[in-house]
């Protein structure tokens, strides 16, 4: 058990954004920044926030929309006080 805890360690944890609703859906969202080259999936069935990153082409933090306040990077674990 400790060495799969010690290698679980080693994983890195996923990108995970969070929609603006104020400015954006996140549909419209996701095919913008598939546009920019970005591989994602929405987050899980109990967020309609949620995007998960898998790999991208350009810098998250700083695309047009994350500066336009269109999401902002927040861990998946923080969606859950919502909900």
Known sequence: ?????????ET????????????AHRRELAEALT??????????EWSKVGLKIFESNVPIGATPEYLAG??????????????
């Not at 546009?35 to 899980?44: D, I, K, M, T, Y």
């Not at 269109?70 to 909900?83: D, G, I, N, R």
């Open 35 to 44: 546009g920019r080259g970005v591989s994602l999936e929405p987050l899980a």
């Open 12 to 23: 890195s944890r996923p990108v995970v954004i969070r929609t603006n609703t104020l400015k």
């Open 1 to 9: 058990e400790m060495f799969e805890f010690l290698e679980a360690n």
């Open 70 to 83: 269109y999401y902002m990077l927040q861990s998946a674990s923080s969606f859950a006080p919502v909900l």
